[in-house]
């Protein structure tokens, strides 16, 4: 119901790009794996990749660390009474894993041959991760306006976090890279399950475990035999003891980890920069490219303001967040089962029509849940307590969602693999993945940002309205509860963004749904360059 997952699932369909470009013959594998000495083979690589596996596990927890964070702090900020509109500004954050294409090219060509190819990248990248979360440590409480009640500053930490999401997005190419020559042949497919692992492992501690820890009221219930004003952690403990695990663990890969030399699989070089820039200007140039991007760009408005305002509408009835952070943890089975049942449907000649189908199932579970957000402030207004069974509602309404999420999620990416060209195929399915990223990143950002122009609130005292107190953001908030009013919503934004959107979602699927099958029937030569 929030945007985390989103952000998950955003960074995983970024496809291996020069594991797309090289070729296994596969009837080769299996007629060395029929004799005794390949099966003696096999088994010597994988016990011989073991080490490597797990340094990928770990590389890719890292890169989740970060991540989760990033996702941790909307929440934080909604606690401080910020408004919408800055939540919208430090979303922008969240940005560079949508357009890391912009500079991989460059993590990929540019690299120092002594060093190592992805060593190159990958430690001083990681090096500034652990530095940025150091100095961030020390400015933390500050910046969130933990200090004497102050307003947070969202803009500094926006441009910290984009940083520090820029700064991941490079090591997340970095890893990538390495993990297909780090890893024996035969062993190389394990690396986009070491990526999908070691990446949730890593979320689920920045995000899950860390604001359980930050919550007074979950150490006091669960954890402590003393209750406590404070959490068993702070932002700034977390960030330091990461900041430091991410500069030890650099120095001993530094150190004690040897890169071999790094070539494309089918054993020649890979394209240069500037090649690789002209072939995503030559593929967006292609009529049906051009015609799909249009589609996929707008394709999430319908629900965006259910996904992006959800979670933070919650916080704001009342719903601890850490509460509604652990919702997430019975999904984590459902996130990894959905994708192999649903692949099974979306296989065929025409993966975009379960895309299609599950479209109109989106836009009305996005009305449950704005009907789900009503009830909620009617539970937070009367008792202020929310029952296990009002959970077990929450966490039902969140598997719909994701059912929905995930089939719209693998459908598309299957038909990217079906039209990119086999001869540029990682940089054809990178940019079509790239750009499907950014369908789902601005309509989020934008229904943040417009929300409070369309919600109506007012400092209530005595059955009167205080002049000149707006209610939003943490400073006029502060002001209405120092001269002893309390805000009240007369008109809530939000519940008008999830209907104009629904609406548009559907005049989308009037228009689009046609186009999208005659994008499925076109023939392969739409989707070629022509040399």
Same mark, same amino acid.
């Given at each position: 119901m929030d945007e985390v997952p989103s952000r998950q699932r955003q960074r995983t369909n970024e496809p291996r790009s020069v594991a797309m470009s090289g070729r296994v013959d596969k009837s080769a594998l299996a007629e060395e794996t029929n004799t005794t000495t390949g099966s003696y083979e096999f088994k010597a690589e994988k016990k011989s990749d073991f080490s490597s596996i797990c =340094?990928?596990?770990?590389?890719?927890?890292?890169?989740?660390?970060?991540?989760?964070?990033?996702?941790? &702090?909307? @929440?934080? =900020?909604?606690? %401080?009474? &910020?408004?919408?509109?800055?939540?919208?500004? *430090?979303?922008?954050?969240? $940005?560079?894993?949508?357009?890391?294409? =912009? $500079?991989?090219?460059?993590?990929?060509?540019?690299?120092? +041959?002594?060093?190592?190819? %992805?060593k190159s990248w990958l430690v001083p990248v990681q090096y500034l991760i652990g530095i940025f979360m150091l100095i961030l440590s020390y400015y933390s409480s500050a910046l969130l306006g933990d200090d004497n009640d102050d307003e947070p500053n969202v803009e500094l930490l926006t441009v910290i976090f984009f940083a520090?999401?820029?700064?991941?997005?490079?090591?997340?190419?970095?890893?990538? !890279?390495?993990?297909?020559? @780090?890893?024996?042949? %035969?062993?190389?497919?394990?690396a986009s399950t070491c990526?999908?692992?070691?990446?949730?492992? !890593?979320? *689920? /501690?920045?995000?899950? &475990?860390?604001?359980?820890?930050?919550?007074?009221?979950?150490?006091?219930?669960? /954890? %402590?035999?003393?209750?406590?004003?404070?959490?068993?952690?702070?932002l700034s403990?977390? @960030? *330091?003891? $990461? !900041?430091?695990?991410? /500069?030890?663990?650099? +120095?001993?890969?530094?150190?004690?980890?040897?890169?071999?030399?790094d070539v494309t699989l089918n054993g020649t070089e890979k394209m240069s920069v500037t090649a690789t820039y002209k072939q995503c200007f030559a593929i967006i140039a292609l009529p049906a490219v051009k015609l799909y991007t249009i589609i &996929?760009?707008?394709?999430?408005?319908?629900?965006?303001?259910?996904?992006?305002?959800?979670?933070?509408?919650?916080?704001?009835?009342?719903?601890?967040?850490?509460k509604l952070a652990l919702i997430g943890i019975p999904m984590v089975p459902l996130q990894m089962v959905l994708p192999l049942v649903i692949a099974k449907y979306t296989a065929g000649p025409r993966p975009l029509d379960m895309f299609i189908k599950f479209v109109p199932y989106r836009l009305v579970v996005g009305l449950i849940i704005a009907f789900f957000v009503y009830r909620t402030q009617a539970i937070g207004a009367d008792t202020g307590e929310f029952s296990v069974?009002?959970?077990?509602?929450?966490? +039902?309404?969140?598997?719909?969602?994701?059912?929905?999420?995930?089939? @719209?999620?693998v459908a598309p990416i299957a038909f990217h693999a079906q039209i990119s060209d086999p001869a540029i195929g990682g940089t054809y399915m990178t940019l079509i993945n790239t750009i499907t990223n950014i369908g789902g990143t601005w309509p989020r950002t934008l229904a943040l940002a417009v929300v409070d122009s369309i919600t109506w609130r007012s400092c209530e005292k005595n059955g009167m309205s205080?002049?000149?107190?707006?209610?939003?953001?943490?400073?006029s908030v502060k002001e209405c509860t120092q001269q002893g009013g309390k805000c009240e919503t007369g008109l809530d934004g939000y519940y008008i963004e999830v209907v104009v959107c629904t609406l548009l979602g559907i005049v989308w699927l009037y228009y689009c749904r046609r186009l999208l099958q005659q994008l499925q029937d076109k023939d392969e030569s739409a989707w070629r360059i022509r040399k």
């Open positions: =340094l990928l596990l770990f590389l890719y927890l890292l890169q989740g660390i970060p991540i989760g964070l990033a996702a941790s &702090v909307p @929440m934080i =900020l909604q606690g %401080r009474h &910020v408004s919408y509109a800055q939540q919208a500004i *430090f979303s922008v954050a969240g $940005w560079p894993f949508s357009l890391k294409l =912009l $500079w991989a090219p460059i993590v990929d060509s540019c690299y120092s +041959t002594r060093f190592g190819r %992805r520090l999401y820029f700064l991941t997005a490079t090591q997340d190419v970095a890893v990538d !890279g390495w993990a297909l020559t @780090m890893l024996s042949r %035969r062993n190389v497919g394990h990526n999908s692992v070691g990446q949730t492992a !890593g979320f *689920f /501690l920045g995000y899950v &475990v860390f604001l359980a820890l930050e919550s007074p009221d979950f150490c006091n219930n669960y /954890l %402590r035999s003393e209750p406590s004003a404070q959490g068993l952690v702070t403990d977390f @960030m *330091f003891f $990461w !900041g430091c695990v991410f /500069l030890v663990t650099t +120095t001993c890969v530094w150190l004690l980890k040897k890169e071999e030399n &996929v760009l707008t394709a999430r408005v319908g629900y965006a303001a259910a996904d992006a305002l959800t979670g933070l509408k919650l916080i704001e009835c009342g719903v601890p967040k850490e069974s009002y959970y077990g509602v929450a966490v +039902t309404i969140y598997g719909l969602q994701q059912v929905a999420a995930t089939a @719209m999620f205080l002049s000149g107190v707006s209610c939003i953001g943490h400073v």
